[in-house]
């Protein structure tokens, strides 16, 4: 009987051990690292270069441009 009492008592207080995750605000702004685009990774903002390498990877990979006829 006590046993079961432990086990519930722990089955009822693992629900508030929930840590809320919101992010951080301040000032009525997000207050964490910001988000750089691809293009801005790799390609020092050249978005033009990034829509370029999109394309060119998507046509390598079209089935029908490697089949031969």
Not at 1 to 15: C, D, F, N, R, Y
Not at 54 to 60: F, G, L, S, V, W
């Amino acid at each position: 009987m006590k046993i079961l009492l432990l086990v519930l008592a722990a089955l009822a207080l693992t629900g508030c051990l929930e840590v809320d995750q919101y992010p951080a605000w301040r000032e009525g702004q997000y207050d964490g690292k910001a988000d750089n685009l691809p293009q801005q990774l790799r390609f020092n903002g050249d978005r033009l270069a990034w829509n370029a390498a999109i394309d060119n990877r998507n046509r390598h990979q079209n089935e029908y441009a490697r089949m031969r006829p």
